[in-house]
């Protein structure tokens, strides 16, 4: 099937009425938002939005140097420990779900359907507030500061966004042939041995493009370490927006572009594995229907 034929599918090709109104309605579209945002623009510039000084104070050598750049590096760490975290629950309360167990499939469903309805904001409030009278991390730990403050922005990120990969992994599962699972119980595998090694390696390729997508997801949800002073990018803008006044929102636009370019970046690598899980998937299959003709062929050649 060509390119054009798929993306056409699901509905009818507009005749020469429809492309018209078409452009019409993507001309006014555009004309509304080109105005929208001239008009920003205008009130921006009227308020000094675009004055030199303002945007000299947030990318001074030295603020990039003592803020900028450790607050990239705090996002970045809590990203990559609650993506650790968020795997590993998805995949353990995933499979819990599909359990044949009843208990475990019943605890399983309770952890995703509760986790996943709470908001996350609340999540990291609510335990780090918890925390706070209790002392766990300080006396027991001895975690104080802001390593107190990753402790629960991770545990937040990784509980909630676990609840969602735990879903994606059991829709992945749900979603392969029975009759691989079944060939493996009748060669004499046990169902976790199943589980291991025939549904887990496939779920993971197939889910691969989905659960990057969700940790695109959990990396923008590290902004919500500004709940608990966490110093992260959100976090670190305030500060620099409160020690230069009439700077604050220079500093918020500055932030909101390097977490455009951190998930940017992530989201061409989800691009960058969906393409090579297609070709990786495409070969064998091409392989195998060129295996089939050439055996076919001789076949015929054969009995004649």
Do not use: C
Request: without cysteine; positive net charge.
């Amino acid at each position: 099937m060509s390119r054009k034929n798929e993306t056409t599918v699901l509905f009818d090709v507009l005749g020469p009425k429809g492309r018209r109104n078409a452009n019409i309605a993507a001309a006014v579209s555009a004309a509304v938002i080109l105005g929208v945002l001239a008009y920003v623009a205008w009130v921006l510039y009227g308020e000094g939005f675009f004055e030199s000084s303002r945007w000299v104070n947030p990318l001074d050598a030295l603020v990039v140097e003592t803020t900028w750049v450790p607050a990239i590096v705090n996002t970045l760490v809590a990203f990559a420990l609650g993506s650790v975290v968020a795997i590993v629950l998805g995949i353990v309360f995933g499979f819990g779900r599909i359990s044949q167990f009843a208990l475990t499939r019943w605890a399983s469903t309770g952890y995703v359907q509760f986790f996943r309805s709470l908001p996350l904001v609340l999540l990291i409030w609510v335990s780090f507030t918890i925390d706070g009278h209790f002392g766990f991390t300080t006396e027991t730990l001895g975690w104080s500061g802001d390593a107190r403050r990753l402790t629960f922005l991770v545990l937040g990120l990784g509980i909630y966004n676990a609840a969602i990969l735990a879903e994606i992994l059991r829709a992945g599962v749900n979603a392969l042939p029975p009759g691989q699972a079944m060939a493996g119980k009748a060669i004499g595998l046990r169902h976790g041995q199943v589980q291991r090694l025939i549904v887990l390696p496939q779920v993971l390729r197939n889910m691969l493009p989905a659960v990057l997508a969700q940790l695109v997801i959990l990396l923008k949800d590290t902004s919500l370490g500004y709940v608990i002073t966490y110093p992260e990018l959100l976090h670190s803008a305030r500060i620099i927006g409160n020690d230069y006044s009439n700077s604050f929102l220079q500093a918020l636009i500055i932030a909101a572009f390097i977490y455009f370019v951190l998930a940017y970046a992530l989201s061409k690598l989800v691009v960058l594995v969906e393409r090579r899980m297609r070709k990786t998937t495409a070969a064998p299959k091409a392989a195998a229907q060129l295996e089939s003709t050439v055996a076919g062929g001789v076949a015929g050649t054969t009995v004649a």
